[in-house]
């Protein structure tokens, strides 16, 4: 049995990658860390093989409890741990800077003091900051590192103490630089999930600003498949832009998910825009394509049809969310209640 450590993988991503990695190998054994914020959640894991997919609670900024965690003969550390969403990051950078950056040196440290073979870190499109709006710019792996937002100056800088414990000390370490990606279990406060929970209640759809920034969405076990294939073949030092080229305004996206429910557009509410709101994302995928032979299998039709289902039929996994602390963020960011009609 070859062991990993995965970090956040009580989260979106984590848990896809962790279902992916338990489905499709037989002999890779998974020790999920994870702190369990609020994006954290047991159910996610609910299910899966307790035989090769061990739980420990903890946070990647506690050097000792990594320590504890980390097994010496571990192959690798995937880290997906991390503050995540943006809108957060502009009401409060404190955590995406302590979790992001010093957790992932932390976990740098762990890597290097316990000889793990490879280190892979989860990154995102948002380090190399905005496109034009025009359909010629790609980001790909020369684009310059130049983050708009607290969160993605958090993900830009731990890019940074990758490349610096790789430099120094030789830690073999690869990146990926994912786009958005949505599907199940994803938290209801990004686009998707938060549009489909609030047009399955009639609640109105807030879109910021004009409605066309331009994101490249990308069905998360596609996303989780890339970064398997990454650790299995990317070349050391090397960072992969990962996206399915499929680029969406979000009044595009949102009409989809109301289309598919069958509900009016008039749900629609324009609310005032994120402050330095990042106009387009697109992502040539071209490297991770030909180097490691990598490509979508999900096209959004399908995948976003699968993504409405799952929330269709587990609408008590998003109601326990609406009915949490998440009601606290949602009248502080929106200005009123989760529930208002
Ligand atoms: P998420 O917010 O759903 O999950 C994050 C997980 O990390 C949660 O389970 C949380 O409990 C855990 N966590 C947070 N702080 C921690 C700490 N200090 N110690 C241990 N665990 C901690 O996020 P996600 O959308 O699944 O994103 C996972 C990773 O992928 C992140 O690194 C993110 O930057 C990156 N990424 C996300 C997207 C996207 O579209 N969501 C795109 C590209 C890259
Ligand atoms: O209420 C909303 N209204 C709205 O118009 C929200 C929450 C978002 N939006 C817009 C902002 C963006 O243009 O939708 C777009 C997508 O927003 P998010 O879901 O917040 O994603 P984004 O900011 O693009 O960042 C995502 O992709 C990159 C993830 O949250 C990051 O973790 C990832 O790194």
Redesign the pocket.
Known sequence: MKKIFV??????????FIRLVLDETSDVEIID?????????LD?LVGLDENRHKFIH?????REAVLNALPDDCDAIF???????VDRSIHSAD?FL???II?TQVLLDAARAKNIRRFVQ?????VMGTLPEDDTAFFNEDSPIQPNSP?AAS?ASAELVVRAARETFGIDAVI???????GP???PE?LIPLMIANAMNDEPLPVYGDGKNVRDW?Y?ED?ARAIWMVYEKGKSGEAYNIGARNERQNLEVVTSILDSLGKPHSLIKYVTDRLGHDRRYAIDATKVENEIGWKTQTTWEEGLAKTIRWYQENQDWVERIRNGAYRDYYKKHYGMEVGTV
Not at 33 to 41: E, P, Q
Not at 177 to 182: A, E, K, L, S
């Open positions: 970090t956040g993988g009580a989260g979106f991503i984590g848990s896809a860390f994870d702190a369990l914020t609020y994006a954290g959640n996610n903890g946070d990647i900024r506690n880290n997906f741990a991390a503050e995540s969403h955590e302590t979790t992001n957790g989860v990154s995102t499109d948002e969160y993900k990926t630089r994912c786009g958005n990606n949505y279990r994803q938290f990004k990308i998360v996303h």
